[in-house]
């Protein structure tokens, strides 16, 4: 089942309404990979390294637990779901992004709002408060209103923690 805040922001994204974080961020149609994780630009002979063939497979292996819902056009990063090895149902899941660095972080607070909030806050004109005030006119809870009180995520293993143990096990040929 969708997210009702994922659910809203699509229909308004598909309304021409633009979000409250940035022109750039986009959400994706379900099953839409995000071009963050193209790896076309890569060469025979970057691939022909054993480590950098690794940290590939173990980047797709990891961003396959998540079901990715937004990209950012200019900074291209992407946002999900972290689901994980235990299939987490997406309600439970905790949000996730991945930058232009092969990374993947866990972002804080309990939905996709509020972890896009706390993420495009910082650089909002109005700041948090003020993205934060735009996803509550369209009905869209935000259960704290500074950012340091959103909540940490707490899964195991992070998408992080997997990734890194992926690209070891890959390695050492397992």
């Known amino acids: 089942m969708i997210p009702e805040d994922l659910a809203l922001w699509r229909r308004l994204q598909d309304a021409g309404t633009s979000n409250p974080w940035s022109e750039a961020l986009r959400l994706l149609a379900d099953d839409e990979q995000p071009p963050a994780l193209d790896t076309s630009y890569l060469t025979a002979e970057d691939l022909a390294n054993p480590d950098v063939a690794a940290n590939v497979r173990a980047i797709a292996e990891t961003a396959a637990l998540i079901t990715w819902v937004a990209q950012d ?3 291209g990063q992407a ?5 994980g090895p235990n299939d987490i149902p997406l309600a439970e899941a905790a949000v996730v992004s991945f930058d232009t660095e092969g990374q993947f972080h866990l972002l804080r607070g309990t939905s996709l709002s509020e972890a896009l909030s706390d993420e495009y806050g910082q650089w909002a004109d109005d700041g948090y408060p003020g993205v934060v005030a735009q996803c ?4 869209v809870t935000i259960s704290a209103d500074d950012p340091d009180d959103l909540p940490e995520p707490t899964v195991s293993p992070t998408p992080a923690e997997h990734h890194v143990a992926r690209c070891r096990d890959l390695l050492a040929g397992n």
């Open 73 to 75: 056009e200019d900074e």
């Open 79 to 83: 946002f999900g779901y972290w689901r």
């Open 136 to 139: 509550r006119a369209q009905g």
